[in-house]
């Protein structure tokens, strides 16, 4: 069981060029989400799928844009990079829009921004 | 805002120890849930432990332990019999109600050191 695959797993970007996350989720969940980690800041919300067709911003959209392409796959995409992305991503899904489900998460991709 | 607070950005225990690791929250809602994850060096993000707001009886998975203080609004991590594989980044987070659903709201994490 593959769960929740990222690709890909390490990416270096110069500044203005753009690029595609991929994520996907073979555990038929409707809930995706994409995460950036940064030193000293937790995991931060940047974009979240409640279900197959719906997107909704979170805490820091800002640069990002996403698509939930149908219910396994949700990829974000930077249109034009700056070195404030360098981060690490996290995609991850839940079930259904309950609060006692837990999230499951890919395993993250290393962007670098030069 | 980030509205969950891990006070301690670094600790250290010697195995077979107890460690508690601290967290709090801010929340108008009364049912929600509350969980812990454990990030290894690998990356990985693991679900160690989860509470149910309206369960009194806090959550136990074997070495793994809160004391969850509704009122408080604390949730605190509780490592028994420390091991070096539990050396990683924690963090504290709750499932809160966003415009469509729900997301994970995370704090900052704290990073654990188990030193022989």
């Known amino acids: 069981n593959a769960g929740v695959t990222q690709t890909p797993k390490f990416q270096v970007l110069k500044t203005g060029q753009s690029m595609t996350l991929q994520c996907a989720q073979d555990?038929?969940?409707?809930?995706m989400y994409w995460y950036r980690q940064d030193p000293g800041m937790g995991l931060r919300l940047i974009y979240y799928?409640?279900?197959?067709?719906?997107?909704d911003k979170g805490e820091v959209p800002n640069g990002y844009n996403v698509s939930r392409l149908n219910k396994r796959e949700f990829s974000l995409r930077l249109e034009s990079a700056a070195p404030s992305q360098t981060s690490v991503y996290f995609c991850?899904?839940?079930?259904?829009?309950?609060?006692?489900?837990?999230?499951?998460f890919g395993q993250g991709t290393r962007l670098t921004v030069v | 805002a980030q509205t969950v607070t891990q006070s301690q950005p670094e600790m250290s225990v010697q195995e077979a120890e107890t460690v508690t690791l601290s967290c709090t929250y801010d929340?108008?809602?009364?049912?929600?849930?509350l969980f812990w994850y454990k990030q290894p060096p690998s990356r990985q993000m693991i679900l160690v432990i989860r509470?149910?707001?309206?369960?009194?009886q806090n959550a136990t998975e074997n070495r793994f332990s809160v004391n969850f203080q509704k009122a408080a609004k604390s949730f605190s991590l509780k490592i028994s019999d420390s091991q070096l594989g539990d050396t990683a980044m924690y963090f504290c987070?709750?499932?809160?109600?966003?415009?469509?659903?729900?997301?994970?709201?995370f704090g900052k994490g704290t990073s654990l050191l188990v030193t022989p």
């Open positions: 509470q149910e707001a309206y369960k009194q």
């Open positions: 991850a899904s839940s079930r259904p829009g309950r609060a006692n489900t837990e999230a499951f």
């Open positions: 799928s409640a279900s197959e067709g719906t997107t």
């Open positions: 987070a709750f499932m809160k109600h966003v415009n469509s659903g729900y997301a994970l709201n």
């Open positions: 929340t108008s809602e009364n049912n929600y849930y």
């Open positions: 555990m038929n969940h409707n809930s």
